[in-house]
């Protein structure tokens, strides 16, 4: 059986994505475990999807597949056609120090999350940003205070049926640690330092801001987190 499913969503990372998964390989086999790849290409207008083909023709472990744009899509597509023990996923900018993943492949048995914090960011500003909503989701859904969108993170696959994970943009990083601290999820987060991306340009932008604002009062107020929460009740 594959032990770890891994996807990596890739939107316009033409210039790069051959050499984010090449040392992406690099260090997985070093971890010496069985693993796949999954290549989740979602709205790019380059020509990502023909390094994808490439790479999935050069490589057994690397599978590839298309979503719709939004990083929770290419997430969520990755996801259901992982068929690992355990499932995992980050961005595809080279900017996470791979050395990480086999500590947390250790501790992936001994924890229902692991999961990288980024004690550095590119500047002050962005430091500054990531904290001030990991607190505001803190405090607005009573959940665990992390580092929401520090990738990667691996738990087990037979868990996403109890999370039912829906959202298609940034999203789905926040209403997986909303969910998993009503679950009461044992967690470990292993300080990381943040690297320089291997090219490209940050999706981040104040639209993206507002995004993450209009998602937080749609979610707070949704019939679908309403649902889930009387759903799992019988589970915890």
Same mark, same amino acid.
């Given at each position: 059986?594959?032990?770890?499913?891994?996807?990596?969503?890739?939107?316009?990372?033409?210039? %790069?994505?051959?050499?984010?998964?090449?040392?992406?390989?690099?260090? @997985?086999?070093?971890?010496?475990?069985?693993?796949?790849?999954?290549?989740?290409?979602?709205?790019?207008?380059?020509?990502? @999807?023909?390094?994808? %083909?490439?790479?999935?023709?050069?490589?057994?472990?690397?599978?590839? !597949?298309?979503s719709p744009q939004g990083y929770g899509s290419a997430i969520l597509k990755g996801l259901r056609e992982s068929k690992g023990k355990y499932v995992s996923f980050m961005p595809s900018d080279g900017q996470v120090d791979l050395s990480i993943l086999q500590k947390l492949i250790d501790n992936a048995p001994v924890y229902d999350l692991v999961k990288v914090k980024r004690v550095s960011r590119e500047n002050l500003g962005r430091t500054f940003v990531s904290l001030s909503f990991d607190l505001i989701i803190h405090i607005l859904f009573g959940s665990v205070l992390l580092d929401i969108n520090g990738d990667p993170k691996i738990f087990l696959r037979e868990k996403l049926k109890l999370l039912k994970l829906k959202s298609n943009d940034s999203f789905i990083n926040t209403e997986l640690i909303?969910? %998993?601290?009503?679950?009461?999820?044992?967690?470990?987060?292993?300080?990381?330092?943040?690297?320089? &991306?291997?090219?490209?340009?940050?999706? &981040?932008?104040?639209?993206?801001?507002?995004?993450?604002? &209009?998602?937080? !009062?749609?979610?707070? !107020?949704?019939?679908? @987190?309403?649902?889930?929460?009387?759903? %799992?009740?019988?589970?915890i």
């Open positions: 059986m594959i032990f770890l499913s891994l996807t990596l969503p890739v939107h316009n990372e033409e210039d %790069i994505i051959e050499k984010v998964v090449e040392e992406v390989i690099k260090a @997985l086999d070093k971890c010496k475990i069985t693993y796949e790849i999954i290549l989740v290409e979602n709205g790019s207008k380059d020509r990502s @999807l023909d390094k994808l %083909i490439i790479l999935s023709k050069k490589h057994k472990t690397i599978r590839y !597949f298309i909303i969910k %998993i601290s009503k679950l009461k999820w044992s967690v470990l987060e292993i300080p990381i330092e943040n690297i320089n &991306r291997y090219g490209g340009k940050s999706t &981040r932008h104040f639209g993206t801001y507002t995004e993450f604002f &209009r998602n937080i !009062f749609n979610y707070k !107020f949704s019939p679908v @987190l309403k649902k889930w929460n009387k759903t %799992i009740e019988k589970e």
